[in-house]
């Protein structure tokens, strides 16, 4: 069985810092992309930002300059630095990975279980 497995998150001021970590676990040969979503209430998940297995990085523009994506290929993590926090920034963040099994060939998307993140004063 495969999971991933979020922490961070929570409450902070506007301009904040927070930092979101996601661990996969399991039986897992290898994993390609990684990415950050997010959904904030009345709204459509979007993705905040993506990092492939060799370390190419996107992010959506709202977030550029102020989120910074990472990954750890040995501990199977990644993580979303958050700087410069703003209201609008509030939503449920959830790390998503295509990860290949060990018991087939193909890679299939697995999710986290998503965290608050709060921005407000």
């Known amino acids: 069985q495969i999971q991933l497995v979020q922490s961070g998150g929570g409450l902070v001021q506007p301009g904040g810092s927070l930092r979101l970590s996601c661990a996969a676990s399991g039986r897992i040969v290898s994993i390609k992309t990684m990415a950050w979503y997010r959904q904030a209430p009345g709204k459509e998940r979007e993705s905040v930002a993506l990092?492939?297995?060799?370390?190419?990085?996107n992010y959506v523009d709202s977030v550029k300059g102020r989120f910074t994506i990472s990954r750890d290929n040995a501990k199977n993590t990644v993580y979303l630095q958050m700087d410069s926090l703003k209201p609008e920034d509030t939503a449920v963040y959830l790390c998503n990975a295509d990860i290949r099994p060990d018991y087939d060939p193909s890679y299939y998307p697995y999710w986290g279980q998503g965290t608050q993140v709060t921005v407000s004063s």
């Open positions: 990092i492939t297995s060799s370390g190419i990085t």
